[in-house]
């Protein structure tokens, strides 16, 4: 089991910075990827950014240029810097990771953390 902390959601206007984190405990020796993902009421839980152990990094088209996603390996934990944000940046964003056990990848979520970006 992975057990996952988040922290650094919050309110900002238009244009702010937010640093989410999020550290892992538990079984951490086999994750591999470690990401955030966002849901907006009323819409579906969708990918923000993933970073592999190698440090390989996936962006959603709509943060491109804007978030940044970095880990470190050593205290097992994630960041989302987050930078312009805009109000359709509103959302409760989740941690994930997904570590690799028996053939079977595995994935945990943390609890999320709410960021509500004011116009």
């Known amino acids: 089991q992975v057990q996952l902390v988040e922290s650094g959601g919050g309110l900002v206007q238009a244009g702010g910075s937010l640093r989410l984190s999020c550290a892992a405990s538990g079984s951490t020796s086999s994750i591999d990827v470690m990401g955030w993902y966002r849901q907006a009421p009323g819409k579906q839980r969708e990918l923000v950014a993933a970073i592999a152990r190698s440090g390989s990094t996936n962006y959603a088209d709509s943060v491109k240029g804007r978030f940044t996603i970095s880990r470190d390996n050593a205290k097992i934990t994630v960041y989302l810097q987050m930078n312009s944000l805009k109000p359709e940046d509103t959302a409760v964003y989740y941690c994930?990771?997904?570590?690799?056990?028996?053939?079977?990848?595995?994935?945990?979520w943390g609890q999320g953390t709410q960021v509500t970006v004011s116009s």
């Open positions: 994930k990771t997904e570590r690799r056990f028996s053939g079977l990848t595995l994935a945990s």
